[in-house]
């Protein structure tokens, strides 16, 4: 099946070839050391007399490097390496080979990645010296290089996986980073479970470690575990996608897994919410609710990887018994019970958040458990119900559960806002409570408990899923067609 | 397909196979069985499916239905000892641009897990059998499309597979290289192996084919031994010419009145009908025309024609 690592790693070693093999690799090496290692000589000799400022600005431009080359770098080399073979067909032609997922994925990661490993150990070697000599503890610098290259082996893996899911996927997620870090991190801060994942990166940590003002601590060892445990899901559904694209990255239980991962980090993310203070606008104490309401939805759209699994995979098991299929397997999962396990996975974060009892956050009440074992559940139900009726459709179903998220989600709070401006039919307004019927805000109308006039978000919501669910019994049985 | 004697088990079994498309079926419920020594010939028109279904054998292409089994046991995309079994070459094979030729093929070696001691000389004996040895140094990038269609065919038989699949293999091939492949596919069909060899150049198909399958519409219109098909679809008649004395009239009439014989084409002397291949049945058939004063000059059955059977299976092409 191939050996995982070293030159008999089939994948490496011709990607490594690929890249112009040792003679390449050596010469680059070694002009990198030569211009880095020139520039640091000339620098010194220029001011002799203030030498440890110099290696100690020298240190800090070669950690930036080696973000620079961990970061950057070698993400965009895998991912050229990964989509040029998927765009030649090359891919196909792996696939047809006794060689596992797993073991490309390490090909992937280890085989493109040589340059960038030896500029990287360069670099550490380099800053080794100047942090000797310009001050800085040599244990920071090994300390802080840990926590890079670990954190960088999480994003290599995260990019084999969204260079294997298509061309754009790099794209969005680049889009969302910078969502997540602009704005002062007002975003980033209503994701308690982002921020600690990102925690060695965002609002330059590691830099304070070096120039002495932190050190690598107990959220660093919390948020690498974190880290670790997504980037080995991210590993495993790489190595799945890579092996079929016909199937989803994240399957039902490798789905699942994801869910679970969001809410530890989430509650963990929640917890250390006084340590995660990355951005220096970033509040702690009074937004707990709100973080919590926003990790319960954003797990909500995770949730839909899983859910999206089961429905494809009932679809066609549906499809191969209509056809009577002679290699017909037994009935997979049903969604319903992917929809009953996310939302308790997902209620997790109340309740271990109410176990903490901290004053970072307060007990959940009862009414917001409630709120969100509801909202949880008729969310799930409705996309499972009009993922079923895409899948039939042969719609993509990423686009158009978006456009539904936005529509039941977005769009109740945005009409409340409109009819507040015009000023007029107040007393309905109050008795509709337009938001409720959005889960985000029948959330935010749970931590509220004075609020308690707010019946019609539920109906409207059970109505909704009531509705979807009858239009796709009723198509579902006037038609029974799934996409192969 | 157990006819020939030198068979054993089905190396290859299809029960079933269906392949969609969203809504459109490119695939429809195809079953066969190919045993060692075997080489089928699949011959259809642009569009009839006959690259998804190599692809599908292959295990590249996911089923809506249906199995595809290897020496009994079903291919699925984590049966990775059966890979080893099947080789597939695509039409264009898709090759590492950069690499050299002998680069390219160590990497198959090592992504088989072929044994390291006799991968060089493996390399070496197929780039022979592929004419390709002098340009085993050079890179890919800057061989001709004939000369990666050969690579792709090394590629393939490089881990020595039972089962070889190969998607219009002859395209990219000159005059030369087509006649040296000819006698490839034959060594490999001597040394038992199954073989499914998709090509629209069916003059060749004739000589090294054992089976035929023609596809239509992502079915299978017509499968048998070459000499089946190429007689025709029942597989009990054969075209024969005649070639008269002189013109005689009313001869469509006479033809008319002789059960089981159909007259193709009367132009003047020469004469084509359809009968049957029986020999007593044909020397009978000669007799009576004798008798009845038609000035026989010459007799002689059509030999076996795919091209021929093609055309008369009336099959569209595909827009």
Redesign the interface.
């Known amino acids: 099946?191939?050996t995982l690592l070293g030159p008999?790693?089939?994948?490496a070693?011709?990607q490594f070839?690929?890249k112009g093999g040792p003679r390449n690799l050596l010469s680059v090496l070694a002009l990198y050391i030569a211009i880095i290692g020139g520039l640091i000589l000339i620098s010194t000799r220029m001011d002799p007399s203030s030498v440890p400022q110099i290696l100690a600005t020298w240190t800090m431009i070669l950690l930036g490097l080696q973000a620079g080359i961990l970061l950057l770098l070698a993400p965009s080399v895998i991912r050229n390496a990964v989509r040029k073979d998927i765009d030649?067909?090359?891919i196909?032609?792996?696939?047809?080979?006794?060689?596992?997922g797993v073991t490309a994925v390490v090909g992937y990661l280890t085989g493109p990645t040589v340059q960038a490993i030896s500029l990287s150990a360069a670099t550490f070697c380099l800053g080794l010296g100047t942090a000797a000599t310009g001050g800085y503890r040599i244990v920071d610098w090994v300390g802080v290089n840990l926590v890079l290259g670990l954190f960088a082996a999480c994003v290599w893996v995260v990019c084999v996986l969204l260079s294997v899911l298509g061309k754009n996927a790099f794209g969005v997620v680049i889009g969302v980073l910078f969502l997540v870090a602009t704005g002062g991190g007002a975003v980033a801060s209503l994701f308690p479970g982002v921020t600690i994942l990102a925690g060695p990166v965002l609002g330059g940590s590691i830099f304070g470690i070096v120039a002495g003002g932190a050190t690598v601590s107990g959220i660093h060892l919390i948020s690498l575990c974190l880290q670790l445990m997504i980037a080995g899901l991210c590993f495993l559904a790489a190595a799945r996608r890579y092996?079929?694209d016909?199937v989803p990255a994240f399957g039902r239980l490798l789905g699942m897994a994801l869910v679970l991962a969001w809410v530890l980090a989430s509650i963990c993310g929640m917890s250390s919410a006084s340590s995660l203070t990355i951005f220096p606008s970033m509040p702690t104490t009074e937004m707990t609710d709100y973080r919590l309401v926003a990790s319960i939805l954003a797990g909500i759209i995770v949730a839909f990887v899983p859910l999206a699994a089961a429905v494809l995979a009932e679809g066609?098991w549906r499809?191969?018994r209509t056809?009577?299929?002679?290699?017909l397997e037994p009935h997979p999962i049903a969604p319903v019970l992917i929809v009953l396990l996310a939302s308790a996975t997902l209620l997790l974060m109340p309740l271990a958040l109410a176990s903490f009892n901290t004053t970072q956050s307060p007990l959940p009440n009862a009414t917001l458990l409630t709120a969100a074992l509801f909202v949880t559940v008729t969310a799930l139900l409705q996309a499972r119900y009009l993922l079923g009726m895409l899948y039939r459709l042969?719609f993509a179903p990423t686009f158009c559960i978006a456009i539904w998220v936005v529509l039941t989600w977005g769009v109740p709070p945005l009409l409340d806002l409109m009819w507040t401006a015009t000023e007029r039919g107040s007393e309905a307004r109050d008795a509709l409570l337009l938001p409720t019927w959005s889960p985000a805000g029948l959330l935010l109308a749970s931590l509220d408990t004075n609020h308690t006039n707010w019946i019609s978000g539920p109906l409207v919501q059970t109505l909704t899923t009531a509705t979807l669910a009858a239009v796709y019994h009723v198509t579902n049985r006037s038609k029974a067609?799934t996409?192969? | 397909m157990s006819e020939t004697p030198e068979q054993s088990a089905p190396l290859l079994r299809l029960?079933?196979v269906?392949?969609?498309?969203?809504?459109l079926v490119a695939v429809h419920d195809v079953s066969f069985e190919l045993a060692g020594a075997c080489l089928l010939g699949l011959i259809g028109p642009n569009g009839a499916g006959k690259t998804t279904l190599l692809r599908a054998i292959?295990?590249?292409q996911?089923?809506?239905?249906?199995?595809v089994a290897v020496t009994g046991e079903?291919i699925n995309?984590q049966a990775?000892?059966l890979?080893?079994l099947?080789?597939?070459t695509?039409d264009?094979?898709?090759?590492?641009e950069?690499?050299t030729v002998r680069?390219?093929l160590k990497?198959?070696g090592?992504?088989?897990?072929l044994d390291r001691s006799e991968l060089d000389d493996r390399i070496a004996f197929w780039l022979d059998q592929v004419w390709l040895t002098e340009k085993a140094d050079q890179k890919l990038k800057t061989l001709s499309r004939g000369m990666r269609q050969r690579i792709g065919i090394a590629?393939t038989m490089l881990p020595n597979p039972q089962v070889i699949l190969l998607d219009e293999p002859a395209a990219g091939l000159d005059p030369a290289g087509r006649v040296q492949f000819r006698q490839l596919l034959c060594n490999l069909r001597e040394q038992g192996k199954a073989l499914i060899v998709s090509s629209h150049i069916l003059a060749d198909m004739n000589e090294y084919c054992s089976h035929i399958a023609i596809m239509a519409q992502g079915q299978i219109v017509q499968f048998g031994t070459v000499t089946e098909v190429a007689a025709g679809s029942d597989g009990e008649r054969c075209r024969y010419s005649m070639l008269l004395a002189e013109h005689v009239a009313g001869l469509a009439d006479l033809f008319a009145d002789i059960p089981d014989l159909t007259a193709v084409a009367i132009n003047g002397e020469r004469v084509t009908i359809e009968y049957s291949q029986d020999r007593q049945k044909v020397a009978a058939l000669i007799a009576q025309l004798v008798r009845r004063n038609v000035p026989i000059a010459a007799f002689w059955p059509h030999r076996a024609d795919l091209e021929e059977a093609y055309l008369r299976a009336g099959i569209r092409q595909v827009d």
């Open positions: 099946m191939g008999d790693n089939a994948l070693w011709s070839r690929l030649t067909g090359m196909e032609s792996h696939r047809l080979m006794p060689m596992t092996c079929r016909d066609r499809r191969r056809l009577n299929d002679p290699a042969g067609h996409p192969s | 029960e079933r269906r392949v969609e498309f969203g809504r292959a295990g590249l996911p089923l809506a239905c249906g199995r079903d995309p990775y000892h890979k080893r099947v080789g597939f695509p264009t094979p898709p090759v590492y950069g690499l680069e390219f990497f198959i090592k992504a088989y897990d590629r």
